[in-house]
């Protein structure tokens, strides 16, 4: 454990449902307000449901196939992070989010990744897959896709070079909140087919390894560890979202992240407009 004495502080550990990509991207800013105003820090392992593209802060609008996603039912919304496309489901994808006020964590971006990867990578190891950051860069093969940009020593975690984890944080009201996806079993198709490209799915399984390529563990099995993980690491208490916190998280994936505004200009509307 680094020297921050996370564990004498109130966290709580989220075995979240599976919930669409709006509504996952808002719970995260109500997690934020409530380590500041209620004084409770959050933890939670959580999948999307359906099937969702969330793109990168910065990224281009037209580089989706929206027609593909529209036919395959696949939703899209937008983080606040930077970095590529990932797509997520409730089979492939297991997610994570860290939230803690930012006077509690190191103010240098590389310290606080090093302090919340720890338990990501403990996860790993007790997965039995032998998991590390980045040791060098990678080039990019295709910039707009996460998994298949360039690989970041400081926040990509890999396999024999191989990504299995991609690592994001932003601030929101002098809170840190890191999120993360991490590849449990491969579907190259969509991978792939969520944007206006011609990629091979070679080209992404090239690339990309899988917690089930590497040790066959059960998908229920792997979220355990991570879950386990992520409340050992800060002595969190099983907990859950209040009704009021998902109440403040549905209006605001409807005026932020479930809309086309935000999605496809990043423009958050007022309360009230649609």
Not at 65 to 80: I, K, L, M, P, S
Not at 256 to 270: C, I, N, Q
């Amino acid at each position: 454990m680094t020297a921050t004495n996370l564990e004498s502080r109130d966290w709580r550990l989220i075995r979240d449902d599976a919930r669409d990509g709006a509504m996952q991207m808002s719970l995260e800013e109500v997690a934020a307000r409530t380590a500041l105003e209620d004084d409770l820090r959050t933890v939670r392992v959580y999948s999307w449901e359906p099937g969702t593209l969330s793109l990168g802060y910065r990224q281009d609008a037209e580089t989706v196939d929206w027609d593909w996603c529209v036919e395959n039912g696949v939703g899209v919304t937008r983080r606040q992070t930077g970095g590529g496309g990932i797509y997520h489901d409730a089979v492939a994808d297991i997610s994570y989010t860290i939230v803690a006020p930012a006077a509690e964590v190191p103010g240098d971006l590389m310290e606080c990744y090093d302090l919340f990867c720890e338990p990501i990578l403990e996860a790993f190891a007790e997965m039995g897959v032998d998991a590390t950051f980045a040791e060098s860069e990678r080039e990019s093969i295709y910039q707009p896709s996460c998994y298949l940009r360039d690989i970041n020593p400081a926040h990509d975690i890999v396999v024999d070079g191989a990504k299995i984890s991609g690592n994001a944080q932003y601030r929101q009201r002098d809170v840190v909140i890191q999120h993360g996806s991490i590849s449990y079993s491969l579907e190259p198709a969509r991978h792939v087919s969520v944007f206006d490209t011609d990629l091979e799915e070679a080209t992404f399984t090239d690339r990309v390894t899988s917690i089930r390529e590497q040790t066959g563990l059960e998908r229920s099995e792997a979220v355990d560890a991570l879950a386990d993980t992520l409340g050992a690491w800060c002595d969190a208490e099983a907990g859950s979202w209040r009704d009021d916190e998902l109440a403040a998280a549905e209006a605001l994936a409807e005026r932020k992240f479930g809309s086309d505004a935000w999605v496809r200009d990043r423009e958050v509307l007022e309360a009230g407009e649609h």
